[in-house]
C-alpha cells in the first residue's frame, strides 16, 4: 500500500510559479514510477510528467519547458516544479504512483490539489 498526498496548489497570476509535493508513505517508494496528472472541469485527466523509478522522466508537450519534475526518495517525495504559468495549466493535479510486478500493475493516487491560474 503507497498512500500520496499532495499540497502547494492554490491561485497564482500568469507568469507565476508554484511547487507542488506530493508526501508518500508506506510501501518501499524508490520501487515505483512516479507521475503527476492533471483534469480541469469537464476533460479527462492527462498526464502532465513523470519520472521512472531509474531517474527517467517525461513531459507532456504542453508543459515542456515549464515544468520539471523531481523525487526525493530518501524521504519519499515527489515534486511538480511549475514556472510561467498560463490559464490552461488551471486544474486539479494528482500524483500517482505505479508499479508492475510481473502481470499485475499496482496504481495508486493522491487525493489531489488545486492549481488556479488566473489574474
Known sequence: QVQLVESGGGLVQPGGSLRLSCAA????????????YRQAPGKQRELV?????????????SVKGRFTI??????????????SLKPEDTAAYYCNAKR?????????WGQGTQVTVSS
Not at 508513505?25 to 503527476?36: E, K, L, N, V
Open 100 to 108: 508492475v510486478v510481473g502481470s499485475i500493475t499496482v496504481d495508486y
Open 70 to 83: 523531481s523525487r526525493d526518495n530518501a524521504n519519499t517525495m515527489l515534486y511538480l516544479q511549475m514556472y
Open 49 to 61: 510528467a513523470a519520472i521512472t523509478s531509474g531517474g527517467s522522466v517525461n513531459y507532456a508537450d
Open 25 to 36: 508513505s508506506g510501501s518501499i517508494f524508490r520501487m515505483y514510477d512516479m507521475a503527476w
